[in-house]
């Protein structure tokens, strides 16, 4: 039996794909892999017998502007989900097992300490919504169908050339636009891609909804000096109330590269409980900073 990963060619994809076994893995993919499909859009023909589903495939790491575009983003999100259990349907078997790429956005909170797998999910933002309403859908059906759903809510994700905030982050430092205020005090948690692509290879057939983090929590003034190190560079400092302002007109200039809602989220710390996980699915990661890599 084999085991089916989506977004093979993604960040996270790509490491998971690395620790499992070739000869057990299909890939799905838009333009290559074993199984061609865009899940946006159709619904896969799957047709060997599958143990596990690894469903790490999805829009991310970019803020869709205006509400069509918000709409779009979230119905595109939930789709590819949609479209892949009722391709499951379709085949001879379902299998045993699925495990679905969450993120601790589905929290919607901005700082916070310790935040666990019982927290209400308030997260509003397209990318927050889908993954809630995905997340939702995958329990439903799992639950009809005897199939084990396990589902694992990521922080900050490191890796060589990362997405989202932590690459925006290392391409400032590099370009000289990153500055640091506050101290960089706040702690963010953080999680290795290995760590969490071993810890899916090992735990395929486990149930339930887990946050992976590296346990440490990184103040953002650790993270910076790391980037800052490989990359050969200082961190520029700035007086606070210079950033507020910068911030302000970033409000209203969308080309600027920061606004109020991201200073703010710098400044908060906010991290997450992975006691979970490392109760029931043996947990014990590195330092996520070992891997960063830029």
Not at 13 to 31: C, E, K, P, Q, Y
Not at 116 to 133: F, R
Not at 203 to 219: F, V
Request: aromatic fraction near 8%.
């Amino acid at each position: 039996m084999k085991i089916l990963l989506t977004g093979a060619n993604g960040f996270l994809g790509r490491h998971i794909r690395s620790v499992i076994n070739a000869d057990a893995l299909l890939t799905l993919g838009r333009t290559e892999g074993d199984v061609i499909c865009d899940l946006a859009t159709d619904i896969p023909v799957i047709e060997a017998p599958l143990r596990t589903v690894i469903h790490a495939a999805g829009l991310a790491h970019f803020v869709p502007k205006g509400k069509k575009a918000q709409e779009k983003f979230y119905n595109v999100n939930l789709k590819i989900t949609q479209n892949l259990i009722a391709g499951l349907e379709k085949s001879r078997f379902l299998p045993q097992s699925f495990v679905f790429i969450s993120t601790v956005a589905v929290y919607g909170v901005e700082s916070g300490s310790d935040i666990d797998e019982n927290y209400p999910l308030l997260g509003h933002t397209p990318y927050a919504l889908s993954k809630i309403k995905s997340e939702e859908l995958l329990l439903d059906w799992g639950k009809k169908n005897g199939v084990k759903i396990l589902i694992v809510r990521l922080p900050l994700v490191v890796g060589e050339n990362p997405p989202g905030n932590l690459g925006a982050m290392i391409k400032g430092i590099r370009k000289g636009y990153y500055f640091r205020f506050n101290e960089g005090l706040a702690r963010k948690s953080v999680v290795s891609a290995q760590d969490v692509a071993r810890c899916i290879r090992d735990n395929g057939q486990a149930e339930g909804i887990y946050n992976l983090t590296d346990l440490r929590h990184p103040t953002l003034r650790e993270i910076e000096n790391v980037i800052a190190l490989k990359l050969n560079k200082r961190i520029l400092k700035i007086p606070k109330k210079i950033i507020e302002i910068l911030g302000k007109f970033g409000d209203y200039f969308v080309l600027l590269p920061i606004n109020s809602p991201k200073i703010n989220k710098l400044n908060n710390s906010l991290t997450f409980s992975s006691a979970k996980a490392v109760k029931y699915l043996n947990w014990h990661p590195k330092s996520a900073l070992e891997d960063l890599i830029v």
